[in-house]
């Protein structure tokens, strides 16, 4: 397909959903639609509105700040305890969804995949829920002893009823002396899960920034830096810390994906802070450049190419003897990647994919399906905010149909319009292409695959695009017996 | 690094020796108490298993510990995807709707259609109303429902929206666009009751909607109604459908959801199947109602029995006694001698249950869940000679239920030795296992981590179940239910025996062949 097949089709595709719209809405809905192209001057990228409120009535895919911060930012957190507090819906279906990896002894001194919370009734809701999260804490700190704090994160009815939780967590932290950090990320805040990052970072920057004490036998080294915006999910972290180890480095925290208390509480020690997730962790790593003088880098570990540009990026920062190390690493480990795209790419040259995810993946994932040859011609985010968009624009390399906060019957017209190869998405979206017998991986757990950050994660990654697409499964969606094209 | 003819995912990557290293570095940095302790994590684990651990765990009051239960909207949503072109509408956040979706997809491995007004700030300040009047119009302009099924969350609640009063309002401002459309509702508060709350708020609250009282009773002879309740298994609702059509025509399901998390591939619409609406409207003419869910219809019975006047049963249609129970009450109602297909499916369930006993009988079970798939569950392991050691109901209603439950374990020989646990979670659970053990437990996915703990075998019947695939799609009801819950548990039994006495020239003796 030419570029301009593709554009023409792109801008049709965005003027066939509006249709269906209301007035009001098509109106709203239009200013996050796009088409953008990598020599676009002023292209969707630059214009697309994004972070507002959505629609009311559609099958949003977004989630509120309470998943922000409970399901990314602290509940990763492997050793203190993170309760959700208020009624029991919002931890359970929280619960162990996330492939956030950790090693600890899980209901001793690791807490991750387990589910606290205050479980409200009519009564908290009436009188208040202060004295039972008090009692709570106390209750917590009795059963589970090693937990290395507790953080509390509030549901919706907690704001809404007025209650002091910082209060209660100010008294506990003093009788405790265990860290204790109220966390206002009741779900009505914001648009989307992004405002919870925010909150989330402001009460690591109030709470745990400040700990000295907790920082103060570290021994520094020229090396140190943080990986900051990694949640480990399937293992990533893992697979980057190794890498940033073998160049030289000291990892010295990792966030927040297998992090405990005390990573967070030395970050401010580092040289300097990598982040991954811009949009969940860039907050708190201005904060650490303004108040402890640490310089922050973004990077990019999806797929050989811009791992090694990170790689190479990231050692520039530092002296002769850690470049030298990235060149003999990389030399290393590219042996290995050419020979993984040599074994796939012919398999999956010219695939096309469209990408709807949330934090960075629907930009810092393109470089990586391109190493294999695949072409992505949709994007979009969740709750992404204007840089976001910004940032995407260096990483397209065709013309791209762009959408904020697209709604599970645009993704579908989207879809059936551009007919791509491959839909990379969430759960929710999941079995909805799977039906129309388009190959999908659920690109914010991995598909319960991974890890997809760095060089051995690459092969991974490759490997399971590969199974993805080329799996003989899609060939059954036609019954023998029928002629007509199936998917419509 | 990776061997490129053979490149493995994180589950083997990780145990290379050069991530183990790594993980082995990361741990001088970990530990906000100094260093970690291997010695100390071990005592306190130890401890952990004690009985004096138990006590304390027993005695909390505040915090929950891994809970066995959802809150009340879940069930809502259930209600509306069981009537057909319906869409389910939450007056909250779409926070919570993102929740209820993929939890629900994670267990069925299906979409689950349901919208959203995503209220935020300006709704918790000023009320929802403005969310709900653009929500209401943007839902039925794009996905053209022929009825929205609308529940609230708990800032709705919280705030107190009136549902009755922003729908009316809306449909004021919808310039002719709602006119046609019904738009039923139930006030589902998340810090009230469970999901089986909300599935029985918002059932009651259809059929109440749908059939406007009468001044006079019409009757259709022979119709009968029947309400699943809040059923994660597909084949379950498939299962009493089949046995109810040997018996009438005339007998329908009220909120029939099979279709819906069970379309097939080659397409996909939005929705599917469902008990049509004109059936939901007429379900008054009923000469009677038969709930296969007493706790998740508590509310609902009250309407039929006592505005509707119409018959009602609860029928729990799991194990021998239930089905016969419910078989029995179809023939009663209908008039009708049970048909020869079933005596020969019972004739075939009894046969199998004496060809497996020995492996349950005398066997301890622990087993957690909802209050009607525990009444159903225990009955079964009692008829088969099991002991249900612990019965675990977070969500245990405060009236009936306890009552009904020790009525089933009093028919065990040994009642004595069961001990029955409302308003427990799974920490709780934790600590009776190591205290009392068991030889199975039956429950949900989250018993995976009490298996891990006690290493006492999980058997997965009951919701979620999101890390086994297509368990959901079996029946547990009727005597071909039974069947399976005899198949499921009887091979757990025999592959725990495989596993303990497979050791090469060890423990290999049992290792048979032969059952």
């Known amino acids: ?488 | 690094m990776q061997d490129v003819e053979n490149i493995v995912n994180g589950q083997k990557l990780f145990l290379k020796p050069e991530y183990q290293e790594v993980l082995k570095n990361k741990k001088q940095f970990e530990g906000a108490m100094g260093a970690v302790n291997p010695a100390k994590v071990e005592e306190v684990a130890e401890w952990t298993k004690t009985w004096e651990y138990r006590e304390k765990n027993l005695a909390r009051e505040a915090i929950t510990v891994n809970p066995a239960k959802a809150c009340q909207p879940l069930g809502a949503i259930m209600v509306g995807l069981g009537i057909e072109n319906t869409m389910p509408y939450v007056h909250g956040s779409h926070g919570c709707v993102a929740y209820f979706r993929s939890y629900f997809t994670r267990h069925f491995k299906e979409p689950t259609p349901c919208v959203s007004d995503s209220m935020s700030e300006s709704a918790a300040v000023f009320g929802g109303l403005a969310n709900m009047k653009d929500g209401l119009r943007n839902c039925n302009a794009m996905y053209k429902p022929e009825h929205i099924s609308v529940s609230t969350t708990c800032m709705a609640e919280v705030i107190g929206d009136d549902l009755n009063a922003f729908i009316t309002g809306a449909r004021e401002d919808a310039e002719g666009e709602l006119d046609d459309l019904p738009i039923t509702y139930a006030h589902t508060p998340s810090f009230v009751g469970s999901h089986i709350t909300g599935y029985d708020n918002m059932m009651k609250s259809t059929l109440e909607q749908l059939n406007p009282e009468r001044s006079e009773k019409v009757v259709e002879e022979g119709r009968i109604n029947i309400i699943p309740g809040f059923e994660p298994y597909l084949g379950s609702l498939a299962e009493v459908k089949e046995i109810s059509k040997m018996f009438s025509d005339k007998i329908h399901m009220i909120g029939d959801h099979e279709a819906q998390w069970n379309t097939g591939a080659g397409s996909y619409s939005l929705y599917a199947g469902g008990t049509p609406l004109d059936i939901v409207k007429t379900a008054i003419n009923a000469e009677s109602t038969i709930s296969l869910q007493k706790y998740s219809t508590v509310q609902t019975a009250k309407t039929i029995k006592n505005k509707w006047k119409q018959g009602y049963e609860t029928c729990n249609p799991i194990g021998l006694a239930g089905t016969d129970a419910f078989v029995m009450k179809l023939a009663e109602l209908t008039g009708k001698e049970v048909p020869e297909e079933l005596k020969a499916q019972r004739g075939q369930l009894v046969d199998a249950m004496q060809d497996s006993y020995p492996y349950m009988h005398g066997k301890k079970f622990a087993i957690y869940g909802d209050p009607d798939f525990l009444l159903g569950l225990v009955s079964f392991i009692v008829e088969m000679g099991g002991i249900p050691t612990h019965v675990l109901c977070h969500n245990a209603p405060r009236k009936g239920w306890e009552d009904d439950m020790k009525a089933i374990i009093a028919k065990s020989q040994w009642a004595e030795d069961c001990q029955i646990w409302p308003g427990k979670d799974l920490w709780h659970l934790r600590s009776l296992l190591f205290t009392e053990p068991v030889d199975f437990m039956i429950g949900n996915v989250y018993g995976k981590e009490l298996y891990r703990d006690t290493g006492t075998p999980l058997i997965r019947i009951g919701f979620p179940i999101f890390d086994r695939h297509h368990l959901h799609r079996y029946s547990m009801s009727g005597y071909k239910g039974a069947l399976n819950l005899l198949t499921w548990i009887t091979n757990a039994v025999l592959d725990q025996l495989d596993e303990e006495t497979k050791d090469i020239a060890k423990t290999d003796y049992f290792f048979d062949c032969v059952r």
Request: aromatic fraction near 10%; hydrophobic fraction near 35%; glycine fraction near 8%.
């Open chain 1, 1 to 488: 397909m030419g570029p301009e097949t593709l554009e023409a089709l792109q801008q049709e595709a965005i003027a066939e959903v509006l249709e269906v719209y209301p007035a009001k809405a098509a109106k709203n809905r239009a200013k996050h639609l796009g088409v953008d192209a990598p020599e676009g001057v002023k292209g969707a990228c630059d214009k697309t509105r994004s972070n507002k409120q959505t629609v009311p009535g559609v099958m949003s895919q977004r989630g509120c700040a309470y998943a922000g911060s409970k399901g990314v930012v602290w509940g990763p957190i492997k050793d203190m305890i993170h309760i959700s507090h208020g009624p029991v819906g919002c931890g359970q279906y929280s619960r162990a969804g996330r492939r956030n990896y950790y090693i600890g002894t899980t209901g001793v001194d690791t807490f991750v995949t387990m589910n606290f919370t205050t479980d409200f009734t009519e009564k908290d809701i009436v009188f208040g829920g202060d004295k039972k999260l008090k009692k709570a804490l106390e209750e917590i700190d009795e059963l589970f002893p090693l937990n290395n704090g507790i953080s509390i994160q509030s549901e919706c009815p907690i704001g809404l009823i007025g209650d002091d939780i910082s209060a209660v967590a100010k008294v506990h932290k003093k009788e405790s002396s265990k860290p204790t950090v109220a966390v206002s990320c009741e779900g009505f805040r914001g648009v989307s899960q992004s405002l919870g990052h925010h909150i989330a970072n402001d009460m690591i920057r109030d709470e745990v920034m400040p700990d000295a004490a907790a920082r103060a036998d570290f021994e520094s080294t020229d090396y140190d830096v943080s990986i900051i915006g990694d949640y480990n999910i399937g293992g990533d972290a893992w697979a980057t810390r190794i890498l940033l180890e073998e160049i030289g480095l000291r990892v010295i925290a990792q966030w927040s994906g297998d992090a405990s208390y005390k990573e967070l509480a030395v970050a401010p020690k580092a040289k300097l802070n990598l982040l991954h997730c811009y949009r969940s962790m860039n907050y708190i790593s201005r904060h650490m450049e303004q108040e402890f003088g640490i310089p922050w880098m973004e990077y990019n570990f999806f797929g050989p190419t811009k791992t090694t540009e990170s790689l190479r990026k990231i050692a520039a920062f530092f002296d002769e003897s850690i470049q030298k190390k990235a060149e003999e690493v990389i030399a290393k480990y590219t042996a290995m990647t050419d020979a993984v795209i040599a074994k796939f790419k012919p398999k999956l040259e010219g695939k096309q994919v469209m990408l709807y995810v949330g934090g960075l993946r629907p930009r810092h994932v393109i470089g990586a399906y391109e190493d294999l040859g695949m072409e992505v011609i949709g994007t979009g985010y969740e709750f992404a905010h204007g840089d976001d968009y910004k940032r995407t624009k260096e990483d397209i390399a065709r013309s791209t149909l762009i959408y904020d906060d697209v709604n599970e019957y645009e993704l579908e017209k989207f879809v059936k319009k551009l007919k791509p190869d491959l839909v990379a998405a969430g759960v929710k979206e999941k079995y909805v292409f799977q039906k129309m017998g388009l190959p999908f991986r659920q690109m914010h757990s991995w598909d319960y695959s991974g890890p997809y950050h760095g060089y051995d994660a690459f092969a991974v990654f490759a490997k399971d695009m590969d199974l993805a697409m080329n799996s003989p499964v899609w060939n059954h969606t036609k019954a023998p017996w029928e002629k007509e094209e199936v998917g419509a």
